[in-house]
T-cell receptor, first 111, second 115 residues
Framework: GNSVTQMEGPVTLSEEAFLTINCTYT??????LFWYVQYPGEGLQLLLK?????DKGSNKGFEATYRKETTSFHLEKGSVQVSDSAVYFC??????????FGKGTRLSVIA | DGGITQSPKYLFRKEGQNVTLSCEQN?????MYWYRQDPGQGLRLIYY???????QKGDIAEGYSVSREKKESFPLTVTSAQKNPTAFYLC??????????????FGPGTRLTVL
């Protein structure tokens, strides 16, 4: 079945540092890949997505590239801000299957 | 304003009582989902429905029940059989037509506390 593995947190960075959160997946067929962000006490918001190999999703300075050869979808940002502190979830679905999530990575950015 | 609404935001329940969480969407989506989130954990799928009057169990359906009588509504009942119901519950929806461009959207969540 489909599954997602993402790096365990928490991750603590200083403002303006470079961020990478690793995500790898196992899936049948051709999955669509997603990153969601959750701020404290809120639901999940879509951050970015990619629907086919070599696609790059980007939003608010975050980027992730769909790498079929390494089955990965790592999240990156060149310079994090305090406001980026949140929990980040990698997720996928293929065909009409329910979305499957990684366990989430908590990011704390300190000024 | 289009989106998914969940009510109430906070819910308190005494042990042994059933409670129903509301989820409504005006996105005209066919598919709706319920997830449970525990502190420091990911999301686990409880139930989902891809069409009106039909639904399937997810990974942790025991102690929960759902109905899907209308396209826009997918209420979740937490029964007294659920041994540890205190959690954050998230409802989601998407078109469910299997297109690779389909995106799942989430409601703001309901935090249930059993006293």
């Amino acid at each position: 079945g489909n599954s997602v593995t993402q790096m365990e947190g928490p991750v603590t960075l200083s403002e303006e540092a470079f961020l990478t959160i690793n995500c790898t997946y196992t899936a049948t067929g051709y999955p669509s890949l997603f990153w969601y962000v959750q701020y404290p006490g809120e639901g999940l918001q879509l951050l970015l997505k990619a629907t086919k190999a070599d696609d790059k999703g980007s939003n608010k300075g975050f980027e992730a590239t769909y790498r079929k050869e390494t089955t990965s979808f790592h999240l990156e940002k060149g310079s994090v801000q305090v406001s980026d502190s949140a929990v980040y979830f990698c997720a996928l679905y293929s065909g009409n299957t329910p979305l499957v999530f990684g366990k989430g990575t908590r990011l704390s950015v300190i000024a | 304003d289009g989106g998914i609404t969940q009510s109430p935001k906070y819910l308190f329940r005494k042990e042994g009582q059933n409670v129903t969480l509301s989820c409504e969407q005006n996105l005209n989506h066919d598919a709706m989902y319920w997830y449970r989130q525990d502190p420091g954990q990911g999301l686990r799928l409880i139930y989902y429905s891809q069409i009106v009057n039909d639904f399937q169990k997810g990974d942790i359906a025991e102690g929960y029940s759902v109905s899907r009588e209308k396209k826009e509504s997918f209420p979740l009942t937490v029964t007294s059989a659920q041994k540890n119901p205190t959690a954050f519950y998230l409802c989601a929806s998407r078109t469910g037509q299997g297109a690779s461009t389909d995106t799942q959207y989430f409601g703001p969540g309901t935090r249930l506390t059993v006293l």
